[in-house]
């Protein structure tokens, strides 16, 4: 007997909601996905991320997309270096062998390679889901900000930390963590800042310190992501009297803080081509967890929004979108393969944020230093 097919609507198209339309449309299940970006080259999808064999490496097996990834992924990006204050180089590790490790891709090469594999139209840009009615039985009316409405039997909530569809479920916020970072940028880093891209050599670097820290981080084509992290009031600029827009002040400010770091660690403050942005870093209290809702889920952020001290919030994000596709593609009705897939999500979710919350704790603490030397050379 012919079923009616199951209408899936996925909002948001970062790494998870792409990877799930895309496992789904493998198994010949029909989805949909809303994101509220006019369009794939809306916003400059920042960073560098490392996948990691769990969670995004099996995402993208899943997905079919390994040996597309493995032409774009740059496993010498893996290195991690540690440095003191004083800019001396404290630990520095090479990436494994090759096949071994957990090869870096820009986040922009890595949208692409999922958004080039859905079947054409898949994504409806443009489409900001700003609320969901039930219809009972599972069913919603999603009303997007364009004006458009649209039925789904299941929504699929992959619509990052600001969640919408998180409220269907959970009375959860994200809370701030206490910790900000401002992102800075080097272009043709070996060229014109060969300071600092020493420093970093291929891969990541970290200097953390009483309550400070340098991140610095090589994307493709030779440019450095710099994150200047403080263990700061949210409200810190307004309280320093600092105008954000002004990239002089935002830099006096953030130099102040440093005074007393290594000099060469300040042409990470102030060597910048992309001027600051300044990001505050939330987190879903932990647990984050939600009675069984027939019609609606959630993954990766939405699910459980964690401080990047994680390292792995895209990469269970992935995980996530290819267990819930494989989890409705085994089971024929939706609503037992969404309460498999919880079943699985929750408590990975939970002990994951635990680490994350855990991470960050220790990374901006008066002895990170210490504690991040401990870490790194495997005495924790
Ligand atoms: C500084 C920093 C560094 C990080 N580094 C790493 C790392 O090294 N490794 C790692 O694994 N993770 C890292 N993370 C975490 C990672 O960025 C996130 O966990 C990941 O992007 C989550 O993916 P997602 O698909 O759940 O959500 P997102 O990537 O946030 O995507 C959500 C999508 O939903 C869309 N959307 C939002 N609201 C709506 C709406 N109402 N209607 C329609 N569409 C909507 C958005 O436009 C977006 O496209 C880092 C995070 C930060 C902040």
Redesign the pocket.
């Known amino acids: 007997m012919n079923r009616t097919p199951t209408r899936i609507a996925v909002?948001?198209?970062?790494?998870?909601?792409l990877t799930c339309a895309r496992v789904l449309q493998r198994h010949g299940v029909e989805v949909t996905v809303?994101?509220?970006?006019a369009s794939r080259t809306a916003r400059n999808q920042g960073?560098s991320?490392?996948m990691q064999p769990g969670t995004?490496q099996y995402a993208l097996r899943a997905a079919g997309l390994w040996e597309e990834f493995g032409a774009l992924a740059r496993p010498e990006g893996e290195q991690m270096r540690l440095l003191g204050r004083d800019g001396r180089i404290l630990f520095d590790a090479a990436p494994p062998g090759e096949g071994q490790g957990n090869p870096e891709i820009d986040r922009g090469q890595l949208r692409d390679l999922l958004l080039d594999s859905l079947d054409p139209g898949t994504v409806q840009w443009g489409?900001?889901?700003e609320r969901a009615e039930p219809l009972g039985a599972g069913r919603h009316r999603l009303r997007f900000g364009n004006g458009e409405t649209s039925e789904a039997d299941l929504i699929v909530g992959?619509?990052?930390?600001?969640?919408?569809v998180r409220r269907l479920l959970s009375d959860a916020v994200p809370v701030y963590t206490g910790v900000t970072?401002v992102e800075t940028g080097l272009n043709e880093a070996d060229t014109r800042h060969p300071e600092p891209a020493a420093l970093t050599g291929q891969g990541t670097m970290m200097a953390l310190d009483d309550n400070l820290g340098l991140v610095a981080q090589r994307n493709s084509g030779g440019h450095i992501r710099v994150?200047v992290g403080m263990r700061t009031p949210e409200d810190w600029h307004r309280r320093a009297g600092v105008d954000l827009t002004e990239p002089a002040a935002v830099r006096a400010a953030l130099l102040e803080r440093f005074a007393d770091w290594g000099p060469a660690l300040h042409g990470f403050l102030t060597e910048t081509d992309t001027g600051y942005v300044n990001?505050p870093?939330f987190a879903l209290p932990v647990p984050h967890t939600w009675e069984h809702t027939e019609g609606v889920t959630l993954?990766?952020?939405?699910a459980h929004l964690m401080s990047?001290f994680s390292?792995?919030?895209?990469?269970l994000?992935m995980r996530d979108g290819a267990d819930l596709a494989q989890a409705l593609a085994d089971h024929p009705e939706p609503d037992e393969a969404v309460t498999a897939y919880e079943k699985i999500l929750l408590p990975r979710s939970a002990e994951a944020a635990e680490g994350a919350a855990e991470g960050i704790a220790s990374a901006f603490a008066p002895d990170s230093a210490e504690q991040a030397l401990a870490h790194m050379t495997g005495r924790h």
């Open positions: 909002i948001g198209a970062g790494p998870g909601g809303h994101d509220l970006d960073g991320l490392d995004g489409h900001k889901l992959a619509d990052g930390a600001w969640s919408r970072f994150y990001r870093l993954l990766g952020d939405a990047p390292g792995m919030g895209a990469n994000a």
